[in-house]
């Protein structure tokens, strides 16, 4: 079964309004979590990487403002879109590994931004 | 940074045949190959990986070879089926980066029956 859960899976909100997305590991602790976004038929773009405890770490030309990262427990990420935009509308995706470099992606959230 | 290139970006075979994606990578520190088959609407699924220090790896109907001198790897799917038929992402990492990936852009693989 799934081993990554993400919540919601898909989300409409008005241009202006932000949007949380939760990122959860089910049954193992994962100290980093990734985010990535992918637009239709694109390939996966990493947004930012979630350590747990402290400070996400930020891909070039992601603005950490509009999409805060928090790694709270051990099993939970959450990224929340700020003053979305129909341009942040896209597909996010998150992964945390169970062990080394093996990573189970989430199912993946879709938001639309009207 | 890594750039991981693939090919084709496309493919269409009729079931039962062999499919093969290629793809190559610039950073010679990467040392963990992961192909991802993703279905519409849907995350991406580990299908196989290989490490650097193995040169080919199967899995039933799909193997992966890895040519580090030449910094490129190739996902082989042989007797293919209509549910083979997704989008498949190769991606090249390492430690030094915690393991983030980098994907190529992937293949869009049609299987006809």
């Known amino acids: 079964g799934a081993v990554v859960s993400q919540h919601p899976s898909w989300v409409i909100c008005k241009s202006g309004t932000s949007v949380k997305i939760e990122c959860r590991s089910l049954?193992?602790?994962?100290?980093?979590m990734f985010w990535y976004r992918q637009f239709p038929k694109q390939s996966l773009m990493l947004m930012a990487t979630?350590?747990?405890?402290?400070?996400?770490?930020?891909e070039q030309g992601v603005e950490k403002d509009k999409f805060l990262i928090n790694h709270a427990s051990l099993t939970l990420s959450t990224l929340t879109v700020t003053s979305a935009h129909p341009e942040d509308s896209s597909f996010y995706i998150c992964s945390a590994s169970r062990q080394g470099p093996q990573f189970d992606f989430g199912p993946g959230t879709r938001l639309t931004v009207t | 940074g890594e750039n991981v290139e693939q090919h084709p970006s496309t493919l269409s075979v009729q079931e039962g045949d062999s499919a093969v994606i290629k793809c190559t990578y610039s950073d010679s520190a990467s040392n963990y190959f992961p192909w991802y088959k993703q279905e519409l609407g849907k995350g991406p699924q580990l299908i196989i990986d290989i490490r650097s220090n193995v040169g080919e790896k199967k899995d039933q109907r799909i193997a992966v070879t890895l040519n580090k001198t030449a910094k490129h790897f190739s996902l082989h799917i042989t007797e293919t089926q209509p549910e083979d038929s997704a989008v498949y992402f190769c991606a090249a990492t390492n430690s030094n980066s915690g393991y983030a990936l980098n994907f190529g852009k992937g293949t869009s693989l049609l299987v006809t029956p």
């Open positions: 979630s350590n747990e405890g402290s400070k996400a770490t930020y």
């Open positions: 049954d193992f602790q994962a100290t980093t």
